[in-house]
């Protein structure tokens, strides 16, 4: 973290939303636009593997999308694809009703932050804000003391009002996001994409910033599509989440559902805690290494399966039909006490509140309030 | 460099014990540097101006005031003029093009401008003679629509693009590699023209190690002799530049003409170094391609 940054003066700006909620309503507030991609296709050697297979999603006006899935699964390429600035191989893109694959990255009014802040580093804070107002042709081009009244509700907004005249090299990780931030807003775009926005910042500046862009999209209104690979974040802050692996979407939906009703194995593990166990479903139950260890729901496949299991879903306790496993540690914490249990048949231990006293190695059995199977192979 | 002796513990301790040699053997490094740098570098300068002026001031300024000589200095402008912004648009083209983009011949198109540093000037001076010269390919082709190119300032110029064309381009390919596309990428989303997007965000990027490369350019665009003497033909007053001229004079025994139109080349060399100089102290960050964070 650069010097200089105390995280609370992201929050604690003596400004209120009452008085801001009308500065954004004359700067930057402009219904968004639905955006849609449909069948997107990205290759970018010749033989490897696409880095987009067939990509479909749609996002409603004004609502904020996060884009989750771990490393190389093709988040930035598909924002990338949307901004224009990355050409798909098949697919098209939607802004609304107007299909605007064909149309360069300058007109399709987008405002781009990347991971980086790509801030102009000759330029001040003022001037990086100023610079799309600046770029547009002559007759849309607002007079030196339009742009000026601008650029200060945009300071405001982004709560640097006192940093105009410094240069990016002199501000801290999070200052800089937030003139990236702005600088972005500036040109009133109908759709704003965030690249891992707080990727580079640490734990507690990543914090406050979340709450903080979630007010501003309060105040923006602005279709807002923000990747990540950090599951808290998307959970917080997205109006609804699109799981990407490999390419491909695996779900899209509310946090509640990608959480609690998972697609695919993949989304369950990805989302939130899991233990996984090897199984295999007959007869109405679910065996594990020969043993019955749950009924089976009635629309749970017959077969080899993997029984996914959320830790709170876990208690320890019962022996008719149970799940099995070995304590590996156990230990008091300021909400209870919780073990580390390794289930049989799976490879990851889990940590389970427990209330009785456990040892190193115990055998224990669990109940599972719910469970979900996918398919092995 | 370490022997036992080195590290015996009668030495004084130092910060940096393993990067500290011996007194000795210090005092004897530097001293052979510094009686190098004396040796060929230092007094062939001071002889240069001694020898200008051994016949006084008076003799040393007539020398200007030559038309032959005042001829040379202007021909050497004007190459330098053409040649230096032929070079630096080239220069800035080619490095954003192998920096920016992905292509086939990329490597290729490297190794060529890398060129002019392996070939020797005089034969580069040889193949425009080859291609343009009477006997040349494309000799009679110029002679019946009379352009004259070798023998004439067209050839010296030709020559001097030539031999000049790494150093724009070798300044800025690294430079720009590692500032890598992001900011182009974020002005044009802003709704930024290419055009726009150059002028205000590539350009002031690049512009101190385009500064280094134009004076890197310049002195080597007045001071090239091989390649432009072979395509010069040595017109006295017509195709001589100043290094030519330089020559000519000193095969006519007269070394205070030679010594003074050497002393402004010289001083030429030493304005470089100085610029030189004060563009690495004043940047030594943005020409060694990280960013002003
Ligand atoms: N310019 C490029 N040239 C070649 N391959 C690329 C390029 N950009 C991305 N890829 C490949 O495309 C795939 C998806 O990359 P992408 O950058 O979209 O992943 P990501 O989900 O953003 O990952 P991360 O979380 O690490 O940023 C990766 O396999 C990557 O190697
Ligand atoms: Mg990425």
């Known amino acids: ?36 991609v449909d069948g997107i296709v990205k290759t970018f050697s010749g033989d490897g593997p696409a880095a987009l297979e067939g990509v479909s999603l749609a996002i409603a006006p004004g609502e904020l999308l996060a884009l989750l899935g771990p490393s190389g699964s093709g988040k930035t390429t598909l924002l990338r694809v949307i901004a224009g600035l990355e050409i798909p191989d098949a697919g098209r893109v939607f802004f609304g009703a107007t299909d605007t694959t064909d149309v360069p990255v300058q007109r399709r009014g987008v405002g781009f932050v990347f991971q980086h802040y790509a801030l102009f580093r000759h330029l001040t804070v003022f001037e990086n804000i100023a610079y799309g107002l600046r770029s547009r042709e002559r007759s849309r081009r607002p007079g030196e003391a339009e742009i000026r009244r601008r650029v200060g509700q945009l300071l405001d907004l982004v709560q640097l009002p006192t940093l105009a005249s410094r240069y990016p090299g002199q501000l801290s990780g999070g200052q800089r996001q937030r003139v990236a931030l702005a600088r972005a807003l500036a040109v009133e775009p109908s759709v704003l994409l965030l690249d891992e926005p707080f990727g580079a910042l640490d734990a507690q500046v990543r914090k406050d910033l979340r709450r903080w862009l979630r007010e501003i999209h309060r105040e923006t209104g602005q ?9 808290d974040e998307a959970l917080e802050l997205a109006d609804r989440i699109a799981i990407l692996n490999r390419g491909r979407i695996e779900q899209v939906g509310a946090p509640h559902e990608v959480q609690d009703d998972p697609a695919s194995r993949f989304v369950m593990s990805f989302v939130g805690e899991t233990a996984r166990v090897a199984a295999d479903i007959a007869g109405g139950q679910v065996w594990v290494d020969g043993r019955a260890a749950l009924r089976a729901r009635e629309d749970w496949p017959e077969g080899p399966v ?19 496993g070995t304590v590996r540690e156990w230990r008091r914490t300021a909400r209870g006490t919780v073990a580390e249990i390794l289930l049989d048949g799976s490879d990851s231990p889990v940590e389970v509140k427990v209330t009785d006293v456990h040892r190193k190695g115990d055998r224990v059995a669990l109940q599972a309030s719910e469970a979900r199977v996918f398919p092995r192979g | 460099m370490s022997s036992p002796a080195m590290s015996s513990p009668s030495l004084p301790a130092a910060p940096h014990a393993a990067l500290t040699e011996p007194k000795g053997v210090r005092v004897l490094l530097i001293a052979t540097a510094i009686g190098f740098l ?20 008076g003799n040393y300024l007539a020398t200007f005031a030559e038309p032959d000589a005042q001829a040379a200095i202007r021909l050497t402008l004007l190459v330098a003029l053409i040649s230096v912004p032929l070079n630096v648009v080239f220069g800035i ?18 190794t060529l401008i890398d060129l002019p540093f392996s070939v020797s000037p005089v034969v580069a001076g040889l193949i425009y003679v080859l291609i343009f010269g009477s006997q040349g390919v494309l000799g009679p082709f110029l002679q ?5 190119i070798i023998f004439a300032v067209p050839g010296i110029v030709l020559a001097t693009v030539f031999v000049t064309f790494p150093f724009v381009a070798r300044e800025l390919i690294p430079l720009m590699q ?32 385009l500064l280094y490369g134009v004076l890197l350019c310049n002195a080597r665009a007045m001071g090239e002799f091989g390649a432009v003497s072979v395509v010069s033909g040595r017109i006295r007053g017509l195709t001589n530049t100043m290094p030519l001229h330089v020559e000519i004079l000193y095969n006519e025994y007269n070394y205070v003409a030679a010594f003074g139109i050497a002393s402004l080349l010289a001083l030429l060399a030493l304005v470089t170094l100085a610029g030189k100089t004060f563009l690495e102290w004043r940047h030594a960050d943005a020409l060694a391609g990280r960013g002003a964070h």
């Open chain 1, 306 to 324: 993997d029984l996914c299991l959320r830790p709170w879903h876990l208690t320890v306790g019962g022996d008719e039909a149970a799940l099995l």
């Open chain 2, 178 to 209: 590692d500032q890598g596309t992001t900011d182009e990428e974020a002005a044009l989303t802003l709704g930024a023209s290419p055009w726009r997007v150059f002028l205000t965000v590539t350009l002031p990027n690049i512009k101190w190690a």
């Open chain 1, 1 to 36: 973290m650069v010097a200089g940054f105390a995280p609370s003066d992201a929050l604690a700006a003596p400004r209120g939303r009452a008085e801001a909620e009308p500065v954004a309503a004359r700067t930057v507030r402009k219904p968004g636009s639905e955006v849609r």
């Open chain 2, 144 to 148: 019946r629509h009379g352009i004259e």
């Open chain 2, 93 to 110: 083209a080619a490095s954003w093009a192998i920096a920016k983009f992905d292509f086939r011949g990329r490597n290729l198109l490297i």
């Open chain 2, 38 to 57: 004396a040796l060929f570098l230092l007094l062939p300068l001071a002889v240069v101006f001694a020898e200008a002026l051994s016949k006084g001031l």
């Open chain 1, 223 to 231: 279709t807002t599509v923000f990747v990540t690979h950090d599951q």
